[in-house]
T-cell receptor, first 109, second 115 residues
Framework: GQQVMQIPQYQHVQEGEDFTTYCNSSTTLSNIQWYKQRPGGHPVFLIQLVKSGEVKKQKRLTFQFGEAKKNSSLHITATQTTDVGTYFCAGPTGNQFYFGTGTSLTVIP | DGGITQSPKYLFRKEGQNVTLSCEQNLNHDAMYWYRQDPGQGLRLIYYSQIVNDFQKGDIAEGYSVSREKKESFPLTVTSAQKNPTAFYLC??????????????FGPGTRLTVT
């Protein structure tokens, strides 16, 4: 069946270091969305990418959508303690919507 | 104060009982969704609805039922047929357009424990 995998599952970084999470889908996605879930909280939408090869930036966050629309990445430059949480990619295939397995980020002050 | 409300935050039930989780939104969104999240895992889609009186099964609909009688409300019933009902249940809503999936706004979730 459809799978959306993210690596790594967990990442611990020192504050100020960079962080990247990779998202890979077994099928083509019509768009890719990224969400952040703080510990004990609910997912909050960050961004959506629609076009093949698209790159978008939000301050220290850079999002990419792969050329084949089957993979994506989120890169955070110079992490801060406020970046702590789990980052999920998500996207639709046909009439279904799939979330990735998530990457849990811990930032050590 | 616009948003999505889910109640209660914590719910405890005995095995064999049906339980209904509530989800209400005042964002005037047409589409609503139910997800299940298990510890350390991503969200899995249970059911979604893009318009009143219509809904579709997600990847893991077995053992669950929904209704969409009003635009603002999308209750989820966890039936006794659901083999592993203990989980964190999240409701979400979005604007809807045929064939397109837009950003989703999530409620605070209900943590269901069945013993």
């Amino acid at each position: 069946g459809q799978q959306v995998m993210q690596i790594p599952q967990y990442q611990h970084v020192q504050e100020g270091e960079d962080f990247t999470t990779y998202c890979n889908s077994s099928t083509t996605l019509s768009n890719i969305q990224w969400y952040k879930q703080r510990p004990g909280g609910h997912p909050v939408f960050l961004i959506q990418l629609v076009k093949s090869g698209e790159v978008k930036k939000q301050k220290r966050l850079t999002f990419q959508f792969g050329e084949a629309k089957k993979n994506s990445s989120l890169h955070i430059t110079a992490t801060q303690t406020t970046d702590v949480g789990t980052y999920f990619c998500a996207g639709p295939t046909g009439n279904q919507f799939y979330f990735g397995t998530g990457t849990s980020l811990t930032v050590i002050p | 104060d616009g948003g999505i409300t889910q109640s209660p935050k914590y719910l405890f039930r005995k095995e064999g009982q049906n339980v209904t989780l509530s989800c209400e939104q005042n964002l005037n969104h047409d589409a609503m969704y139910w997800y299940r999240q298990d510890p350390g895992q991503g969200l899995r889609l249970i059911y979604y609805s893009q318009i009143v009186n219509d809904f579709q099964k997600g990847d893991i609909a077995e053992g669950y039922s929904v209704s969409r009688e009003k635009k603002e409300s999308f209750p989820l019933t966890v039936t006794s047929a659901q083999k592993n009902p203990t989980a964190f249940y999240l409701c979400a809503s979005s604007i809807a357009s045929s064939g397109r999936w837009y950003e989703q706004y999530f409620g605070p979730g209900t943590r269901l424990t069945v013993t």
